[in-house]
Nanobody, 127 residues
Framework: QVQLVESGGGLVQAGGSLRLSCAAS????????MGWFRQAPGKEREVVAA????????FYADSVKGRFPISKDSAKNTLYLQMNSLKPEDTAVYYC????????????????????WGQGTQVTVSS
């Protein structure tokens, strides 16, 4: 499986921005469907955003659509989540995930489909 390491989390005030990075090793991100998921205290882990192998298709949770663009940089073999206009409700541990994909399906939008996971990075948004 691909190894994933998240970074970029931290403490930020409401309205601020953070950029999360997920460095992949062992596989090229161009061969992977990838996603960002988060788990807030007392809540189940949920999908935040996901991107297909090709990078052409993306999926966003309604709560972050328009605020958190997801992207892949093949040159750096890294997945990104640009988090803008952060709200206290965004406070959670954010996880990067990946699975080798051959395209032509929408399974990349479902967290149960992913097989590789990073260790998570804490994002805390203060009021």
């Amino acid at each position: 499986q691909v190894q994933l390491v998240e970074s970029g989390g931290g403490l930020v005030q409401a309205g601020g921005s953070l950029r999360l990075s997920c460095a992949a090793s062992g596989r090229a991100v161009s061969s992977l469907a990838m996603g960002w998921f988060r788990q807030a205290p007392g809540k189940e882990r949920e999908v935040v955003a996901a991107i297909s192998k090709s990078g052409i298709s993306t999926f966003y949770a309604d709560s972050v659509k328009g605020r958190f663009p997801i992207s892949k940089d093949s040159a750096k073999n890294t997945l990104y989540l640009q988090m803008n206009s952060l709200k206290p409700e965004d406070t959670a541990v954010y996880y990067c995930s990946a699975r080798q994909s051959f395209g032509g399906n929408n399974r990349y939008t479902q967290q149960s489909w992913y097989t590789s996971w990073g260790q998570g990075t804490q994002v805390t948004v203060s009021s």
